[in-house]
């Protein structure tokens, strides 16, 4: 018989044991989580609140920025945690609750294409832009987005052995199969060629609206306006390469059990990816730092007043 247990508690082992690595991981992580949370928590707000900017851009960044908010506080908070109380156990239940979110962030990849067709159509076909970007047709792509999560392609190992140690810092799902008793390699293929299939897909349609949207820029007369416009779309696609990059090679690696590089790959997905979708999408933009510099001048009026 094949020694099964019900597990309610696990160990991740963490980062490091170094206490000089952990001090410096545990500053890098508490900077990145408090940039990141302000800098979506400001940009959920701002979407929300005011009227200028309730366009389709707008209305998937607000999206984007939730499921950063709930991704990072998920996992990092009780990183940090650890690092302080030294406890490195994780109850079942919370556990379960970061790979919720964490396989939650892969809608943000169906997000961002549609993000990069909104681009095409503003740029490429301008004219056309208010009849193919309804928000009746955001909304709908939307829930279509948030309907196909990818926990219902991939199931949690079906039993335990006795050993309870995650040899990571949060429950993601390749550490997880390692504790299983079964032969998970079923459930290895299907977890690859569908990380594989989504992040290729995905970044396929990125890639091509991108490459309209550079041909239409290099035909704008003005070189001003041809360098702003390229410097946008290139700080998108900074954003892109950092979380597809370190996805790619998490999700998408046929040696992804390897614990070679994966642990700081996955900070880099979890901490600095998070931090660049406000700040690089919108915070430089014109637009959101006035809508901002007015908003908090009607916090200042209230509290006078």
Not at 224 to 245: A, L, N
Request: some cysteine; hydrophobic content about 45%.
């Amino acid at each position: 018989m094949n020694n099964y247990t019900v597990v309610t508690e696990l160990v991740l082992l963490g980062l490091s044991d170094d206490p000089d690595f952990q001090i410096v991981t545990f500053l890098f992580l508490f900077i990145t989580y408090v940039l990141s949370f302000t800098g979506n928590l400001t940009l959920t707000t701002l979407t929300s609140v005011n009227s200028h900017l309730q366009t389709p851009m707008y209305f998937f960044l607000h999206n984007v920025s939730f499921l950063e908010i709930s991704f990072t506080t998920v996992c990092i908070p009780r990183c940090l945690g650890a690092v302080i109380t030294r406890d490195k156990t994780i109850s079942y239940n919370n556990c379960a609750a970061q790979l919720f979110f964490i396989f939650m962030r892969v809608t943000e990849f169906y997000i961002l294409t549609a993000m990069s067709y909104d681009s095409f159509v503003a740029i490429c076909k301008p004219l056309r832009y208010t009849c193919t970007t309804n928000r009746k047709l955001c909304s709908l792509l939307l829930s279509c987005v948030w309907d196909s999560h990818p926990l219902c392609f991939f199931p949690p190992p079906p039993d335990y052995c006795a050993s309870k140690v995650i040899d990571h810092f949060a429950c993601d799902y390749f550490p997880l199969l390692q504790l299983s008793c079964s032969n998970t390699w079923l459930l290895e293929v299907i977890g690859f060629y569908l990380a594989l299939v989504t992040l290729l897909f995905t970044l396929a349609l990125m890639i091509l609206s991108y490459m309209c949207v550079i041909r239409t820029i290099l035909r704008i007369p003005s070189s001003s306006k041809r360098k702003k416009t390229f410097s946008t779309c290139s700080s998108h696609m900074t954003v892109i390469s950092t979380s597809y990059g370190s996805c790619i090679f998490m999700y998408a690696n046929p040696c992804a059990k390897e614990k070679s590089l994966t642990k700081g790959v996955a900070i880099v997905n979890t901490s600095v990816a998070p931090v660049q979708n406000p700040f690089i999408y919108s915070l430089r933009n014109q637009e959101v730092k006035q809508v901002f510099k007015n908003f908090l001048q009607n916090i200042v009026l209230l509290q006078i007043g």
